[in-house]
């Protein structure tokens, strides 16, 4: 199993430029999620599933979309990158609907850069 | 929202000597998770405790959930290069917000040789 895996791994916009994080697992998990991390503020939720076709806000969802149309992919976009989206982002997935209740699995992270 | 307290943000210690940090809820806990992240990693998952008094040993590693279930702690005992990283609390609550996760803003542990 690869586990779970973003792509792409660094990127660089400009303000303005929209893009989209790839986001996959193999693990048949239900519950998947997108965090951001900066430094001093830990991770925090941007949005998350449940399910194919579910989707829910998190902390910090402004200037981000997600869908979910398969169980494996939930790819996060970036609707107009603005600096202050320069971040780390890393996607999780972990078993069953209540997925908080069990173990995340990180995927590598993407290393954005908006100008 | 919910939020998890998590002190010291760093630790600056010698290799051998102990190391602890603390999470802190202002609300009961349905579980608490500890991860770790190396340098320029991912978070990877290290426990996950449940129980009220719960305590859970990895070689290491203590972990301890309060009573309340509103705080809990990682100790690690004689500490080694190879434990630097930040380590990450991270809180679930049932009921409203129960498919969220709220994470500490971490522990970074530097241990110096």
């Known amino acids: 199993n690869a586990g779970v895996t973003q792509t792409p791994k660094f990127q660089v916009l400009k303000t303005g430029q929209s893009m989209t994080l790839q986001c996959a697992q193999d693990m048949n998990h239900e519950y998947m999620s997108w965090y951001r991390q900066d430094p001093g503020m830990g991770l925090r939720l941007i949005h998350y599933?449940?399910?194919?076709?579910?989707?829910d806000q998190g902390e910090v969802p402004n200037g981000y979309n997600v869908s979910r149309s398969t169980t494996e992919d939930f790819p996060l976009r970036l609707l107009s990158a603005a600096p202050s989206q320069t971040s780390v982002y890393f996607c999780a997935s972990s078993w069953g609907v209540r997925g908080v209740q069990e173990t995340q699995y990180f995927g590598p992270g993407t290393r954005l850069l908006v100008l | 929202g919910q939020q998890v307290m998590q002190i010291p943000q760093y630790q600056h210690v010698q290799e051998g000597e102990d190391f602890t940090t603390y999470c802190n809820s202002s609300?009961?806990?349905?579980?608490i998770q500890w991860y770790k992240q190396r340098p320029g990693g991912h978070p990877v998952f290290l426990i996950q405790l449940v129980k009220s008094g719960e305590v859970k040993k990895q070689k290491r590693l203590t972990f301890q959930f309060g009573e309340a279930k509103k705080n809990s702690s990682l100790h690690i005992t004689a500490t080694q290069t190879t434990d630097v990283g930040t380590y990450f609390c991270a809180g679930a609550y049932s009921g409203a917000g129960s498919y969220q996760l709220t994470f500490g803003k971490g522990t970074k542990l530097s241990v110096i040789p």
């Open positions: 599933s449940v399910g194919a076709g579910i989707t």
């Open positions: 609300t009961t806990l349905s579980n």
